[in-house]
């Protein structure tokens, strides 16, 4: 059952950066030369992406995170980089890293009293929604994401009214308005366990439609799906990943369960971020190619220097709005803040904390 996707409303519950500002205060813009001093600090960062970062490149990038890692000190922050940042980002001024999910938790456990949200604007609400103490920053504030904006909070309520009793789970890639109005939510890793959770004949999984499709291709439950999809992952075919084979019958496939189940049906294996990543560390192939987001293959490369990547790149442009410049911005002018209506944040740490406090 596919219900019809409905226009995204505006997104909302972001202050203006005075605030942080007023709270904070501004700080010297640092001086970006790379001297020496910079050149020693940051070699051993350089170490780590060698291989991905020309070294022509590396002068230019290296003042930046040198800054960058002395001002998170001076702040008292913390950067969270997704897995689909940029190498610079990921491995030059992170300090934790992971999905959405995971950077969120991890982030209530850090005394920092500022967190940097390297990735989308879902993700920094969630961050907001777990550590209300903290201030919340995201470098770029239109850092969008094309899955969490095909649904809206009025659109649960429509599901709700039209299918009463049926539960409604959404993926973490929502806004805080959307899961304040459902019942839990799931991450890709544990969709098909909170879908047979609630040991119902139907449920609502929204609001990726691949996702969804997957994890009902494995359960009897009915998983009724919302019209709505990853623009990264959708793009890849099945076709497409026939031809690499013909072109390589060694290459290892594997796939992120938001693509379509075709192209899921052609992978070697199928799995969440963290288990991609964790199965190339385990199975060390000779070559392997990651069907998801162009960066992530990058930063698994730095660390799987004896496995080989083919990538078949689709960029995230919405990720890719976050730049180590950004980062300095936030950091020296204290922008942009993201706030949650309080009362919405209650309501959506609810659905959160089912997910995380479910037994497996």
Known sequence: ????????????????????????????????????????????????????????????????????????????????????????????????????????????????????????????????????????????MHAGCSLAESITAEDVRGLRQRNPGVPIITYVNTSADVKAECDICCTSSNALQVVESFGADRVFLIPDKYLAANVGNKTDVEVLVWDGACEVHERFTAEELRDYRRIDPG?????????????????????????????????????????????????VASETPDVEFVRPCNLCPHMKRITLTKILDSLVEMKEEVTVDPVVAEKARVAVERMINLKS
């Open 1 to 140: 059952m596919t219900i019809a996707r409905n226009a995204a409303a505006p997104r909302a519950g972001s202050h203006s950066a005075e605030r942080a500002i007023d709270r904070f205060g501004r700080i010297e813009r640092p001086a970006l030369d790379y001297t020496p001093e910079v050149a020693e600090a940051t070699a051993p960062i350089y170490e780590k992406v060698r291989h991905i970062v020309p070294a022509i490149e590396w002068p230019v990038l290296a003042p930046t995170i040198h800054a960058i890692n002395r001002l998170k000190k001076e702040r008292n922050a913390v950067v969270l980089a997704h897995n689909y940042m940029t190498p610079d980002i990921f491995h030059g001024v992170a300090d934790i890293v992971g999905d959405s999910l995971q950077l969120a938790i991890e982030a209530t456990r850090t005394d920092a009293d500022i967190i940097i949200q390297c990735g989308v604007h879902f993700m920094a609400e969630t961050s907001k929604i777990l550590s209300p103490e903290k201030t919340v920053l995201i470098p770029d």
């Open 251 to 299: 290459v290892k496939i594997i796939a992120h369960p938001e693509c379509p189940p075709e192209v899921v049906a052609e992978a070697d294996f199928a799995g969440s971020t963290a288990h991609m990543i964790d199965w190339v560390k385990t199975e060390q192939p000779k070559k392997v190619m990651m069907i998801t987001e162009c960066s992530m293959a990058d930063n």
